[in-house]
């Protein structure tokens, strides 16, 4: 039966002897006051498991967590904070609505989160709690995620052959959206024309022409990314108990589902139709994802539908938390509120990226040249991460899980580790609260000119985008580390590297940067926040 069906009149066939025509209305009173009681029960143990617990909180605990709880809500990132300043080396706990929440501080502790097993710490499962996968994308994608082992092998390793096509869609879209006519400057709400922009280049590469033109099929990829992200917070905000029963009615994944297979599922028969009769290897396959999907999927996972949840929910067309910190719509307008904030950036990234293409081309191993738009980038990212906590996980082991510190954690606990707050470290970080968008260039450029030998196994060497480590946490660390932080590296440079190149771009209000969106653990980018193109004169 359909979620958003009429769910009256109700059988209940395990019953017998309940009449099969009861009505819903029948049953409300029941309904009410046993989810009343349950929800007592779930408060009623949460506050027991403050008691019991011997790590230090962040607020209080009793009646007056659940105060804390709602706070979290709009104050994250302070709470966070706090915590962070009190145990830098340590872990505390924070109050969510129905359960709490251990946060880890410290390079030390960090590294063990990232190195632990999924059998004793749950990514998976820390995932599944942020976003409700299975309510939002479904269960296929949560209980069997294969399709992301095509990010870590397919996808990376073709970059440098699909670049031209990439950039070519690079070039098209932005003349297609922006539209943009002699020297006049236009405003645009940056995050709805990046999200057109992004799902054009990114769906080149998946689907390939006509498809990522196909203006159907990129609006159902952005409202479904849109879709995910909303309805999971909404979920998230009910006991565990209701979820299964409020996700159906809440979450919008089956008509985004069947909008999709409306417009893949003769694309999909095809493929499906020509590899049974010709094989993997037919002349003329695309290398695409839906080619690599191909390569993996077997029995069921070898029908329209599955593969269609496949392309639905991977980088960037969704908003997993393993992915949410680097999808290339979430960046775009962070960078660009950066980037008109601190103008003085612009021109020396100009002259970088105008000099690298005349020495090199458009190509994928250029981008590597374009140091000064790295470092822009990596710093956009320490100063405007994806929330105050990264490396969410769930203790599945049934022990609880010990720290090398002896902190324990119990089973079923969430933790997380303390991002936010690294980043705006004055010890890890000169100046740490400070935007400097060519920090980690000059660093490389200092130590090269103090070394006759360049050995590049150094730290100073590994502060790019795409570095991961205990100090810089936008892709997390460890076994986790995001997977999709190449593709989306690659993406955003050579984005980056077209706007400098070919517009000139202000703030809406001079020097003033659209606040950011706060909602517990997420930190969106200003949703209506604007910015001005024009040509470059």
Same mark, same amino acid.
């Given at each position: 039966?359909?979620?958003?069906?009429?769910?009256?009149?109700?059988l209940?066939?395990?019953?017998?002897?309940?009449?099969?025509?009861?009505?819903?209305?029948?049953?409300?009173?029941?309904?009410?006051?046993?989810?009343?009681?349950?929800?007592?029960?779930?408060?009623?143990?949460? &506050?027991?498991?403050?008691?019991?617990?011997?790590i230090?909180?962040?607020?209080s605990?009793?009646?007056?967590?659940?105060?804390?709880?709602?706070?979290?809500?709009?104050?994250?990132?302070?709470?966070?904070?706090?915590?962070?300043?009190?145990?830098p080396?340590?872990?505390? !706990?924070? &109050?969510?609505?129905?359960?709490?929440e251990?946060?880890?501080?410290?390079p030390?502790?960090?590294? /063990?989160?990232?190195?632990?097993?999924?059998?004793?710490?749950?990514?998976?499962?820390?995932?599944?709690?942020?976003?409700?996968?299975?309510l939002?994308?479904? !269960? @296929?994608?949560?209980?069997?995620?294969?399709?992301?082992?095509?990010?870590?092998?397919?996808?990376?390793?073709? +970059?440098?052959?699909?670049?031209?096509?990439?950039?070519?869609?690079?070039?098209?879209?932005?003349?297609?959206?922006?539209?943009?006519?002699?020297?006049?400057?236009?405003l645009?709400?940056?995050?709805?024309?990046?999200?057109?922009?992004? &799902?054009?280049?990114s769906?080149?590469l998946?689907?390939?022409?006509?498809?990522?033109?196909?203006?159907?099929?990129? @609006?159902?990829?952005?409202?479904?990314?849109?879709?995910?992200?909303?309805?999971?917070?909404?979920?998230? +905000?009910?006991?565990?108990?209701?979820?299964?029963?409020?996700?159906?009615?809440?979450?919008?994944?089956?008509?985004?589902?069947a909008?999709?297979?409306?417009?893949?599922?003769?694309?999909? @028969?095809e493929?499906?139709?020509?590899?049974?009769?010709?094989?993997?290897?037919?002349p003329?396959?695309?290398?695409?994802?839906?080619?690599?999907?191909?390569?993996?999927?077997?029995?069921?996972?070898?029908?329209?539908?599955?593969?269609?949840?496949?392309?639905?929910?991977?980088?960037?067309? /969704? &908003?997993?938390t393993?992915?949410?910190?680097?999808?290339?719509?979430?960046?775009?307008?962070?960078?660009?509120?950066?980037?008109?904030?601190?103008?003085?950036?612009?021109?020396?990234? !100009?002259?970088?990226?105008?000099?690298?293409?005349?020495?090199?081309?458009?190509?994928?191993?250029?981008?590597?040249?374009?140091?000064?738009?790295?470092?822009?980038?990596?710093?956009?990212?320490?100063?405007?991460?994806?929330?105050?906590?990264?490396?969410?996980?769930?203790?599945?082991?049934?022990?609880?899980?010990?720290?090398?510190?002896?902190?324990?954690?119990?089973?079923?606990?969430?933790?997380?580790?303390?991002?936010?707050?690294?980043?705006?470290?004055?010890?890890?970080?000169?100046?740490?609260?400070?935007?400097?968008?060519?920090r980690?260039?000059?660093?490389?450029?200092?130590?090269?000119?103090?070394?006759?030998?360049?050995?590049?196994?150094?730290?100073?060497?590994?502060?790019?985008?795409?570095?991961?480590?205990?100090?810089?946490?936008?892709?997390?660390?460890?076994?986790?580390?995001?997977?999709?932080?190449?593709?989306?590296?690659?993406?955003?440079?050579?984005m980056?590297?077209?706007?400098?190149i070919?517009?000139?771009?202000?703030? @809406?209000?001079?020097g003033?940067?659209p606040?950011?969106?706060?909602?517990?653990?997420?930190?969106?980018?200003?949703?209506?926040?604007?910015?001005?193109?024009?040509?470059?004169?």
């Amino acid at each position: 039966m359909d979620g958003h069906s009429n769910p009256t009149p109700i059988l209940i066939s395990s019953t017998p002897w309940l009449m099969d025509d009861l009505k819903l209305d029948d049953l409300q009173p029941v309904i009410k006051y046993g989810a009343l009681a349950v929800l007592g029960l779930t408060l009623f143990r949460k &506050a027991l498991d403050a008691r019991k617990d011997d790590i230090p909180i962040i607020g209080s605990f009793g009646l007056s967590s659940y105060w804390d709880a709602f706070k979290f809500i709009h104050a994250a990132p302070d709470l966070i904070q706090q915590g962070y300043e009190r145990y830098p080396e340590g872990i505390f !706990r924070i &109050a969510r609505l129905y359960r709490w929440e251990y946060i880890v501080c410290g390079p030390k502790l960090t590294k /063990e989160v990232g190195n632990t097993p999924e059998n004793i710490l749950s990514f998976y499962q820390g995932v599944e709690e942020t976003t409700q996968t299975k309510l939002t994308m479904g !269960r @296929e994608i949560a209980e069997n995620p294969y399709h992301q082992l095509t990010v870590r092998t397919n996808l990376t390793r073709n +970059l440098h052959t699909l670049f031209p096509e990439v950039r070519d869609e690079i070039v098209c879209s932005f003349d297609d959206v922006l539209q943009l006519q002699g020297s006049d400057w236009k405003l645009f709400e940056i995050f709805p024309t990046m999200m057109d922009i992004v &799902a054009r280049v990114s769906n080149r590469l998946f689907v390939g022409l006509p498809l990522c033109r196909d203006k159907a099929y990129l @609006e159902n990829n952005v409202q479904h990314t849109v879709d995910v992200i909303s309805s999971g917070m909404i979920i998230s +905000l009910f006991p565990e108990f209701l979820r299964p029963i409020a996700g159906p009615w809440i979450s919008k994944k089956d008509k985004s589902n069947a909008r999709a297979l409306k417009i893949l599922g003769p694309i999909l @028969e095809e493929r499906l139709e020509k590899e049974r009769e010709l094989g993997t290897d037919w002349p003329g396959r695309p290398n695409d994802l839906i080619s690599w999907l191909l390569e993996i999927a077997e029995g069921e996972q070898r029908t329209p539908l599955d593969l269609v949840l496949r392309i639905l929910a991977l980088l960037p067309n /969704e &908003a997993s938390t393993w992915l949410r910190s680097i999808l290339p719509q979430w960046l775009c307008p962070m960078h660009f509120f950066d980037l008109t904030i601190h103008p003085e950036h612009f021109l020396p990234m !100009r002259e970088e990226a105008e000099r690298v293409v005349k020495e090199e081309g458009w190509t994928k191993a250029a981008l590597n040249n374009m140091v000064k738009i790295d470092s822009f980038l990596r710093e956009s990212q320490r100063i405007n991460p994806g929330g105050p906590v990264i490396m969410q996980r769930r203790v599945v082991a049934k022990d609880g899980f010990r720290f090398s510190d002896g902190t324990l954690l119990p089973y079923g606990a969430f933790l997380s580790v303390a991002s936010r707050p690294v980043h705006y470290d004055t010890l890890k970080y000169e100046n740490a609260a400070s935007f400097d968008g060519f920090r980690f260039e000059r660093e490389r450029v200092q130590y090269m000119a103090q070394h006759d030998t360049i050995d590049d196994t150094q730290d100073i060497f590994k502060r790019h985008m795409i570095s991961v480590g205990v100090d810089h946490l936008p892709f997390g660390t460890g076994k986790h580390a995001c997977p999709g932080r190449f593709f989306a590296a690659t993406e955003l440079k050579a984005m980056l590297a077209h706007i400098v190149i070919n517009y000139d771009i202000k703030a @809406e209000v001079e020097g003033v940067r659209p606040p950011d969106m706060v909602f517990g653990t997420i930190i969106s980018p200003n949703p209506t926040g604007k910015v001005y193109f024009r040509k470059r004169q």
